[in-house]
């Protein structure tokens, strides 16, 4: 009796023990857990504050005094948070230069821009996809070839061009070279590619035509990529820098890039002013990214990924 | 004669589909490709008379030039930024690759620099390098301060020697971010999981892990990024430096494209900057080629 006790409470024990090891090593492991999580929460942190930390700065100094942009004084909270609120700096930087109109400039370039190469793109990439024409695969692959060789070779013929035809200065000069994309045409054509055919056999022989199939059928089926495109030539043309520059002389008829700049060389060293000018600019491209978020990372993965 | 004739029709519509395309890709695209070509070979300032013949001798001059090759060395130094780059955008997607709480938040913070990037967020780095006001310097001096010593950062874009890191800094901050740890995130995402577990049985930890298993399966994508940064670097360095040092101090942030731009807009030598932009794009083409070497055999076009 004494020794069956003595085996059923040494057996207890082990079994004791063991959950004891057991509950140990999980907490182990959940520390490690713990210790990782915060390790990566901490590179995640790091990242964010640097990504933010500019931003921050920009926008507090966007909203201080002209003339009391840095100071030593200051504890270092003052520093860096929008404390003040001197709002004049972005009603100021509207008398400097015509802030409203190189906005109402930039809409204008950006939806012609944006409907004109979605438009043609997706016109040109069903003929790509889906009609068999003779030249069909030599003409897609100038498109391909095209598509690797840098914008700088065919800037300075394209100028002489416009120059020749007297559409320097004109808003055509900037809308017109972007409004025709092989590279848009393309990704939208490799989408295409990928849509099932059955539905537009049985449109084709319910006596369907060509364009019904395409507004009916191909462009419902195609909106992400669509979406995508848009989003992509919105956000190019929006900062398209270069190009506004070498066409443009008229500062009533520059976009907001070329105008920050041009409002840059007028006033260099008004930080104030210039953060609120350049606030302006960022902003709407931040709410449209918020909002379009989805599209950017898919269009990302969707490119990257066919190279 | 019934199939012929839906042939034909076929063929008109999709003339008539590729017509506004292919239009403005002759006008724009094609016939400017070859414009450019001709005009490598001749000598015009696009006021005085017709542009004349001079055969080779812009190239000879334009690789004769030590200029050029000072310019190709800035263009090259400022791609320090790729590596150092693409390190970064592979820490910050192996973090957010942990399925953790607020993936979307920090996705979309490191997204901002890349997004708003452009003149404005230009001015705002001019302003964070500037001596006397600006950010970087204060830190530096406050960092200084703290250890007790007296710190004092260099005068960035206006000191020959710093222009070019402080360029790349600025790089990095902008790409870490972006495309890249984007494009990272989904080849992580797609690295099949048997492969860790199969590490996990022979005992690998952590870091064997990433070695063994993540950076293979990955490579694809990081080859990819490099070469298309490299592609993407060549053609670099107008707009920042355009803005926030005017392509000096004593030139060290004037890039081949940056060249290319002062010879034709600025001097009006049309025939020269084409043929800039063709050395260009004979080095870009390079890359594409080894690009499609690698890519050639998993990606099909037809």
Not at chain 1, 195 to 210: F, H, N, R, V
Not at chain 2, 2 to 18: C, H, M, N
Not at chain 2, 27 to 41: D, E, M, Q, R
Not at chain 2, 273 to 301: C, D, E, N, P, S
């Amino acid at each position: 009796m004494v020794i069956h006790t003595n085996i059923q409470s040494r057996e207890q024990a082990e079994a004791q023990a063991k959950v004891l090891a057991v509950k140990q090593l999980k907490r182990q492991q959940r520390q490690r857990q713990i210790l990782k999580k915060i390790g990566v929460y901490l590179v995640l942190g790091i990242g964010a504050v640097s990504m933010i930390a500019p931003f921050l700065w920009m926008l507090t100094t966007s909203l201080k005094e002209p003339g009391s942009v840095y100071s030593f004084q200051r504890r270092w909270w003052e520093e860096w948070l929008p404390l003040s609120f001197y709002w004049k700096n972005y009603v100021n930087a509207f008398y400097v230069v015509p802030f409203g109109l190189f906005y109402l400039n930039s809409i204008f370039v950006v939806l012609c821009t944006t409907a004109c190469q979605v438009a043609t793109s997706a016109l040109a990439a069903y003929a790509f996809a889906r009609l068999h024409f003779p030249g069909r695969d030599k003409i897609f692959f100038a498109y391909i070839a095209t598509m690797m060789i840098p914008g700088a070779v065919t800037m300075i013929p394209v100028f002489i061009l416009l120059r020749y035809l007297g559409w320097i200065d004109t808003y055509r000069a900037m809308i017109l070279p972007a409004a025709f994309s092989a590279y848009g045409t393309f990704m939208l054509r490799q989408f295409f590619l990928t849509l099932p055919k059955d539905l537009e056999d049985a449109a084709k022989i319910d006596g369907c035509s060509y364009l019904g199939i395409f507004w009916r059928i191909i462009l419902p089926l195609s909106k992400p990529a669509l979406a995508t495109l848009t989003t992509f030539t919105f956000m190019g043309t929006w900062m398209s820098f270069m190009w506004p520059l070498i066409v443009m002389n008229t500062h009533k008829k520059f976009t907001l890039p070329i105008g920050l700049a041009y409002f840059k060389s007028l006033h260099g060293t008004d930080w104030t002013l210039l953060m609120a000018g350049s606030m302006m600019m960022v902003f709407p491209i931040l709410l449209v990214f918020i909002f379009c978020q989805r599209f950017f990372v898919e269009g990302i993965k969707l490119t990257g990924i066919k190279g | 004669m019934k199939s012929l004739k839906s042939t034909t029709r076929e063929t008109v519509a999709a003339y008539g589909f590729l017509l506004p395309n292919f239009l403005g890709f002759m006008i724009f695209t094609s016939l400017p490709v070859l414009a450019s070509f001709l005009l490598s070979f001749t000598k015009w300032d696009l006021l005085s008379g017709p542009p004349s013949f001079v055969a080779l001798r812009n190239y000879i001059q334009l690789l004769g030039e030590p200029k050029f090759w000072f310019y190709c060395w800035n263009t090259i130094y400022l791609m320090l930024a790729i590596p150092v780059s693409m390190a970064g955008s592979l820490v910050l997607a192996l973090a957010l690759n942990q399925k953790l709480k607020g993936l979307v938040f920090f996705r979309t913070v490191y997204f901002l620099p890349t997004i708003s990037s452009g003149v404005a967020i230009y001015i705002l780095w001019t302003f964070i390098y500037n001596p006397d006001f600006g950010m970087l310097n204060a830190m530096i001096s406050k960092f200084g301060f703290l250890l007790g010593l007296e710190l004092h950062g260099p005068n960035w874009l206006h000191d020959k020697d710093w222009s070019k890191p402080a360029l790349i800094i600025m790089n990095i901050w902008q790409t870490v971010g972006g495309y890249n740890m984007i494009l990272y995130l989904a080849a992580l995402q797609g690295v099949p999981r048997d492969l860790y577990d199969a590490a996990e049985v022979d005992g690998a930890n952590g870091w064997q892990k990433f070695w063994a298993v993540t950076w293979p399966q990955i490579s694809p994508t990081t080859f990819f990024i490099a070469i298309m940064s490299i592609i993407g670097g060549f053609q670099a360095g107008f707009d920042p430096a355009y803005i926030m040092t005017g392509g000096g101090p004593e030139e060290s942030t004037t890039t081949i494209i940056y060249y290319l731009y002062n010879e034709a807009f600025k001097w009006h030598h049309m025939g020269y900057a084409a043929a800039i932009a063709w050395v260009l794009f004979l080095i870009i083409y390079l890359f594409t080629l080894m690009q499609w070497r690698f890519y050639g055999k998993t990606v099909h076009y037809y």
